[in-house]
């Protein structure tokens, strides 16, 4: 789960009770009405008259031209051809069988999934640049909003907002200064209307995430960055040239609704950005349902890259999200510093913990006590234990430490409200990325806490005092435990995560309009803030993105995403034994990425065809594709191998152990120097037989294609393994263009059964 995920996704979760209430429309006594949005099939017609064939439609379902209006929420008129509208249930099945009606599905809400990192992944403040063509690239990021005074989008030194921007001039909103050449664009969508008492109804960032994510990507170099002296640096996005556009659809007490994503990607898209950043969840739907999946399709169409978080919910298998094969799906991984407090026992031992903790002790030490052992009374001794909410006498803490199990996020200011100075808290998880406290405390492993548990009960007056926070070296890259983790859940053939990017304690722009860390009794405040997830990750893989689009403008996204795999860092299964499932091909490294040499390119054509060979029927693939010609999958079929798509990855499910032989098909294009030979060099895993052919692809012009076939052949195998894997790697004397390979055995296949059942059970 995201460390800032957690600090969000509590309120979030008490919140999500009371959307459950809010969110549905209660009308007419007993029918329940939701949000619905409806796909209507492609007419190319202006704005109004689309929006007038919405009406129609619901008024020949509602058989009333007044309560067609009140229903209809939203159309989206740009980039999709749909609508939002309140319906009931059954007016939504009714609806769906009409004519010209595509696809309806319920709207639901999204949960949200620094700098030192751009050094750590190898691009320093001086390397080289196009300024010049980085000044004309706009990125677009969907998220809480934006902080416009912050020093990371202001404009000093910049020219014109590019010629192509067709966003128009952004508005004045409430608390919210305005935008400038740097920050360019910055709308809002709430179409629910529920008023939201913690968020303010403009494109203002009262959540700090969305300031942290913009900062990443593309926020100006700002000297001597830091939070409270930690971390100290300048900090910067990677690409400070570039302007930005931020799309609010993510509010604090609700989520991010599916309409109000689907109406920013319809905006983005028509305003012209050149790559789209989203660090929401998306949520385990099939593509043709998921809005990220359908913005992000709508997106790669106009020749915009989205770039999206994988999720936090590892280290559990099969838990990665925005798994399209169209999506650049990012993995968090870890840099190689960590905050941690030293702690002093009144034995003169001394161990450590991990988090920020930005108080200097004012006493030597404190006392100590357990906090099952000051329960308020013996039957609160176990929620004690935790320290939670009115569990403890706030007398048996007066002035003291307590140690306490995780529970909750918090317990620093159930401690400091109750009278106590702070927290020692005990966890076995969450300890590769830094809380930060607001009060003195620290977070140790069980071993540790094992050790402070045993002295508190050794001595009649145990004492103990926690050091301000510092930062130590350790040993990485590796990936965030909490980093989602494949395979796949949604297409067996395709390796997701794609890539992993720095997600731990990175130090960016904040709002300030939020405490540190939001909690009650917080007076921290802070223009920078450290905050880890695979929301941190994605906007560096947006930036490098971007980054390459600088030098190569007339570049696809499946070019630049190409371009950005085949050049990672690999990393090691020694470190992450899920291997592929928890890093994709590796760290990100972006000066190589720039010069790939050759790239896995692809259209829309290409992702159609995949579709096909997925199962999805032609008239389901419709919402995805703005064509109005209908799509025949029985002609698009033949000829394609194992996984029907270039991609620039390869892995082979097996259901059983037994012998198995796959093929897979791919296609590069040239995009270095004209005459270049490139030879394979094949790491096939022990019991695999790898064949490529042919085993050299030679080139004697620019964008010159050349086509190869990879056999895999599985022998019968008694590897208890989940994962083995093997890669490819075409050679020139100038470049190396890998590609990883990955074969696993997935016996039971249920996650799949269900997707397949579920694309069964819709109607055509
Ligand atoms: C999508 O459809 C709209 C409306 O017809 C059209 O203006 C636009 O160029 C189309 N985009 C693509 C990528 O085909
Ligand atoms: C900026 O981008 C547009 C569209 O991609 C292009 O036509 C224009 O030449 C670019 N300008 C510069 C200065 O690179
Ligand atoms: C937002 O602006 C209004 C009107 O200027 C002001 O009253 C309010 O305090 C501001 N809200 C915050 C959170 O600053
Ligand atoms: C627990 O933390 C201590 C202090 O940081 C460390 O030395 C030890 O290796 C850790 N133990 C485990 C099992 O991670
Ligand atoms: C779809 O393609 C197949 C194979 O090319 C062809 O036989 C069939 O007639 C096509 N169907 C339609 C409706 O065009
Ligand atoms: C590729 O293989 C050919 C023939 O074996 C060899 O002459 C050439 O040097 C190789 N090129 C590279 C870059 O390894």
């Not at 907002?161 to 004045?172: L, R, V």
């Not at 919210?176 to 920050?183: A, D, E, V």
């Not at 709430?190 to 008492?197: A, E, G, R, V």
């Not at 037994?658 to 004209?674: D, K, Y």
Request: a positive charge; proline letters at 5%.
């Amino acid at each position: 789960m995201l460390r800032d995920g957690f600090i969000i996704s509590f309120p979030f979760l008490s919140c999500l009770l009371s959307l459950i209430l809010t969110g549905l429309l209660a009308v007419n006594g007993d029918v329940q009405k939701d949000f619905y949005i409806v796909f209507m099939r492609h007419h190319p017609v202006n704005e109004e008259t689309v929006r007038q064939s919405h009406i129609d439609v619901l008024s020949m379902l509602k058989g009333s031209d007044v309560e067609a209006k009140e229903s209809h929420v939203y159309s989206y008129t740009k980039s999709f051809n749909a609508f939002a509208a309140k319906l009931s249930q059954d007016e939504a099945n009714e609806l769906s069988g009409m004519d010209g009606v595509l696809s309806v599905f319920v709207n639901k809400y999204h949960k949200l999934h620094t700098t030192k990192s751009w050094e750590f992944i190898g691009l320093p403040a001086s390397a080289r640049r196009k300024p010049k063509m980085e000044s004309n690239i706009t990125v677009g990021l969907l998220d809480t909003g934006i902080t416009p005074q912050s020093e990371s989008f202001k404009d000093d030194g910049f020219g014109p907002i590019p010629a192509k921007w067709k966003g128009g001039k952004c508005g004045h909103f409430a608390n919210f200064s305005g935008c400038n050449k740097k920050l360019i664009g910055a709308k809002y969508f709430k179409l629910d209307n529920n008023p939201d008492p913690s968020d303010i109804l403009s494109p203002i960032d009262v959540e700090g995430h969305g300031t942290h994510t913009s900062s990443t990507l593309a926020g100006n170099v700002v000297a001597n960055a830091n939070l409270f002296g930690l971390a100290r640096g300048a900090a910067r996005g990677a690409v400070p040239s570039a302007r930005v556009a931020m799309y609010k659809v993510c509010w604090v007490s609700s989520g991010c609704a599916d309409m109000d994503i689907l109406a920013a990607f319809d905006a983005a898209i028509h305003d012209g950005v050149d790559v789209i950043s989203i660090s929401i969840g998306g949520l385990t739907a099939d593509y043709v349902t998921d809005t990220i999946a359908i913005g992000a399709f709508h997106a790669m169409q106009n020749g915009i890259i989205t770039v999206a978080s994988a999720g936090n919910d590892g280290p559990n298998l099969a838990t990665v999200a925005n798994h399209a094969p169209w999506i650049f799906t990012v993995a968090a991984s870890g840099l190689d510093r960590q905050f941690r407090s030293k702690i002093v026992l009144g034995n003169g031992k001394t161990t450590s913990g991990v988090g920020v903790n930005t108080f200097n002790p004012k006493q030597k030490s404190y006392p100590l006590v357990n906090g099952a052992d000051a329960a308020k009374t013996s039957s609160s001794k176990e929620s004690a234990s935790y320290c939670t909410e009115d569990s403890i006498d706030p007398m048996k803490v007066k002035g003291k430490l307590v140690h306490c199990k995780l529970g909750t996020w918090g317990a620093d200011s159930v401690i400091k409200g109750i009278g106590g100075i702070g927290t020692i808290i005990e966890s076995d998880a969450f300890l590769d990325a830094a809380q930060i406290f607001m009060a003195p405390a620290t977070m140790v492993n069980d071993t540790v806490g094992a050790t402070i548990t045993e002295y508190t009960h050794s001595t009649r007056s145990p004492s103990a005092v926690i050091y301000k926070s510092q930062e130590v070296k350790i040993p990485a890259p590796f990936i965030a435990s909490f980093s989602s983790r494949g395979p796949n859940p949604g297409s067996k053939h395709i390796l997701k995560p794609d890539i992993a990017a720095p997600g731990i304690d990175i130090l960016a722009s904040y709002t300030p309009f939020k405490s540190l860390t939001g909690l009650k009794g917080d007076t921290q405040y802070s223009d920078f803030t450290l905050m880890s997830g695979t929301s941190m990750a994605c906007p560096h893989v947006g930036g490098v993105a971007a980054y390459v689009k600088s030098f190569n403008p007339k570049w696809s996204p499946a070019a630049i995403r190409s371009a950005i795999m085949t050049t990672a860092t690999p990393m090691s299964k020694r470190v992450n034994n899920e291997a592929e499932f928890a890093y994709g091909v590796g760290q990100v490294n972006p000066r190589r990425a720039r010069s790939p040499g050759l790239v896995y390119d692809m259209d829309t054509i290409s992702y159609v065809q995949f579709l096909c060979h997925e199962g999805f029927k032609g008239s389901k693939i419709a919402v995805l594709v703005n064509d109005s010609k209908p799509i025949n999958c029985s002609a698009l079929l033949p000829g394609i191998g194992d996984d029907g798509l270039n991609y620039p990855t390869m892995q082979l499910p097996l259901k059983d152990k037994a012998p198995r032989t796959a093929v897979f098909r791919r296609t590069v294009t040239n995009v270095g120097p004209s005459n270049s030979i490139y030879n394979a060099t094949i790491r096939a895993p022990k019991g695999v037989e790898i064949v490529v052919k042919p085993t050299s692809l030679s080139f004697s012009r620019a964008s010159q294609r050349r086509s190869f076939s990879v056999m895999v052949k599985v022998k019968p195998t008694s590897s208890t393994q989940m994962i083995i894997s093997g890669s490819l790697v075409w050679r020139s004397s100038r470049h190396c263009v890998r590609s990883p390979i990955v074969i696993y055995y997935n016996p039971e296949d249920t996650e799949m059964k269900k997707m397949t059942e579920l694309r069964s059970q819709m109607h055509e």
